[in-house]
């Protein structure tokens, strides 16, 4: 069972845009980590946040995390081509948690027009 | 620094055979994990390794197992391959398991025919 839920599925936005996706979780979180996957490619990396931490940036990207909501969302500005992939949300069980495993959602599929 | 190096990047089987993916990593990561990534369901865990010596189920273990060679090594291995089983397989590893950063590698597209 998934986790984490992305919303929306898919966006296509024009090249300097912003791009806002959200990811809505239902246990409690120790992180909530964003990565980026270009098609037929591994997962890259994209953000980390921690549960006590409110908004985090790196560079073009800004991730705010609720807990009281259990959700994220990730906007990246000022879009390019290059931005075009999928983009999932992954989370990191609280401490005391039984496991030692991120749960993946099922990603939002960014398309972004030059 | 290769990072995540996993082998083969394609494969197609026919039902039944058996075959071994291999992963390696080279950042000295303690936790390993193999996913599957089918369309519209994102990742999904099959196996993990937590450390060295220990590994455990994920989510969708049946009709796979797992080895820990060695703390760079962690290769999954489909005893009789099933057309279920046809996906893309990501390795992954972390450092500090699921409160870090994982890494994958590039991925091995499998078809079972």
């Known amino acids: 069972s998934q986790q984490g839920e992305e919303d929306p599925q898919a966006l296509s936005i024009q090249e300097g845009e912003n791009a806002t996706m959200n990811c809505s979780y239902k246990?409690?979180?120790?992180?909530l980590q964003w990565y980026r996957q270009n098609s037929g490619r591994g997962l890259v990396h994209l953000i980390l946040?921690?549960?006590?931490?409110r908004e985090k940036h790196s560079g073009r990207l800004r991730v705010t995390l609720d807990t009281s909501k259990k959700s994220s969302s990730l906007l990246i500005t000022a879009s390019r081509a290059a931005d075009t992939a999928s983009y999932f949300c992954?989370?990191?069980?609280?401490?005391?948690?039984?496991?030692?495993?991120?749960?993946f959602g099922t990603g939002t599929l960014l398309a972004v027009q030059p | 620094n290769a990072g995540v190096t996993q082998t083969p990047k394609f494969q197609v089987l026919k039902t039944g055979q058996s075959m071994t993916l291999q992963c390696a990593q080279d950042?000295?990561?303690?936790?390993m994990y193999w996913y599957r990534q089918d369309p519209g369901m994102g990742l999904r865990l099959i196996y993990y390794?937590?450390?060295?010596?220990?590994?455990d189920k994920g989510e969708v273990p049946n009709g796979y197992n797992v080895s820990r060679l060695n703390k760079r090594e962690f290769s999954l291995r489909l005893e009789s391959a099933a057309p279920s089983q046809t996906s893309v397989y990501f390795c992954?590893?972390?450092?500090?398991?699921?409160?870090?950063?994982?890494?994958f590698g590039a991925g091995t597209r499998l078809s079972v025919l």
């Open positions: 992954a590893s972390s450092l500090q398991g699921a409160w870090g950063i994982q890494y």
């Open positions: 246990t409690s979180i120790n992180n």
């Open positions: 946040i921690r549960s006590n931490e």
């Open positions: 992954a989370t990191g069980p609280s401490r005391g948690g039984a496991t030692n495993k991120l749960i």
């Open positions: 950042m000295n990561h303690n936790s």
């Open positions: 390794s937590a450390s060295e010596g220990t590994t």
